[in-house]
């Protein structure tokens, strides 16, 4: 049986990546973008288990799968966003396939990235040809040099969840460090090469939260988002105690909304305060010429995602 140790340390010898579903690492080796060393983490079984701690917390293995974060009851019972976007992204097979790991730590969908023709930062080049080309799918806040969304929908669920990740060495992160500020463009994270997400860590839901996903795309299924949100309430007397507003598809890391939340907090939960915490929402939004249209989406969604909740 493999350990962690002995996988950590093939990978350390000669640089590469870890292969857990393989779903995006597949799809970026058949396009010529292949790593000199594929290191596979599948037997590592300890690392497939939702184990939930004394205090209400949860413990995720990253090679969790991402079908079984959507159906599990307890996952579905204390954080419902997250089986929500669980069992919305992608296709019923790579739900299937995908991990919770791998799918924090995919790359960009960038088609600028993913075309063997063009060099950008991500690929050792000195420019993000997205941002001079077609970025119809691009950012509307744009918070760095590379202008292609974060893929990672359960990257946006974490963020809003307030997760973290312990890495081999047993040592932990909030999940905003993972990401940093976007301002980094090579890489859509800032775990070392060598470091292998052990665990997701999501602290207690708070007593009579509701939590609700929402995602607005452009096809039915198969697609990345346009934009995406993750709106968490806590409701007493109609009155909101608590809120935690985040963003998907709309900057190069997942983003939290603390200024929407300060809105939010203290005022009755209808709709005209939904509409000053979407007007905040966008504030900031500083869109490229093909994205602007992703603006006007930020303000319905988040109206959206905030009703939806109220009425859960
Ligand atoms: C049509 C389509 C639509 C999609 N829509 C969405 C969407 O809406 N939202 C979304 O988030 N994703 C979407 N995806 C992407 C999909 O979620 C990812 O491909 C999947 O989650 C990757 O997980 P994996 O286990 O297969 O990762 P892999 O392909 O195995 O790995 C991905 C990367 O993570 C690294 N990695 C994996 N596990 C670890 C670990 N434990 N420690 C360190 N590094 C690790 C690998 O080295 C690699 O670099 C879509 C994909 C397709 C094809």
């Not at 350990?3 to 010898?13: C, G, H, P, R, T």
């Not at 004394?54 to 307890?74: H, N, P, Q, W, Y």
């Not at 312990?166 to 040592?171: E, L, P």
């Not at 994205?291 to 859960?312: E, F, R």
Request: charged share 20%; net charge neutral; proline share 6%.
């Amino acid at each position: 049986m493999p350990n962690i140790s002995d996988i950590v340390k093939q990978l350390a010898a000669v640089p590469g990546e870890y292969r857990a579903g393989a779903t995006d690492l597949n799809a970026r080796y058949r396009l010529g973008i292949r790593p000199d060393q594929i290191v596979d983490i599948n037997g590592l079984d300890e690392l497939k288990t939702i184990e939930w701690n004394a205090d209400g917390s949860a413990r995720i293995g990253a090679l969790v799968k991402i079908e079984t974060l959507a159906s599990d009851e307890k996952i579905k019972r204390y954080y419902p966003a997250l089986a929500q976007a669980a069992g919305n992204l992608a296709t019923p097979q790579i739900r299937k396939m995908g991990t919770i790991g791998g799918s924090l730590l995919q790359r960009t969908r960038c088609w600028y990235y993913r075309h063997p023709q063009f060099k950008c930062f991500k690929k050792g080049g000195d420019s993000c040809p997205a941002r001079e080309g077609n970025h119809h799918y691009g950012v509307c806040f744009d918070l760095g040099p590379c202008v292609f969304p974060h893929p990672s929908t359960l990257g946006m669920v974490l963020a809003a969840y307030d997760g973290g990740v312990t890495v081999h060495d047993g040592s932990v992160a909030p999940i905003s460090n993972v990401y940093g500020m976007g301002t980094e463009p090579a890489v859509d994270h800032l775990l070392g090469e060598d470091e292998l997400l052990v665990f997701i860590n999501l602290p207690k839901p708070m007593e009579g939260e509701k939590s609700v996903y929402t995602r607005t795309i452009s096809r039915f299924e198969a697609e990345w988002p346009l934009v995406e949100v993750v709106a968490r309430l806590q409701i007493e007397n109609g009155m909101i105690q608590y809120a935690r507003v985040a963003l998907g598809g709309v900057a190069n890391i997942p983003l939290v909304l603390p200024h929407v939340d300060k809105v939010l907090r203290g005022k009755p939960a209808v709709s005209s305060t939904f509409e000053q915490a979407a007007e905040k929402a966008i504030l900031g939004a500083n869109p490229l010429p093909m994205t602007q249209y992703k603006v006007k989406l930020v303000y319905g969604s988040v109206m959206d995602a905030l009703t939806k909740a109220v009425d859960l």
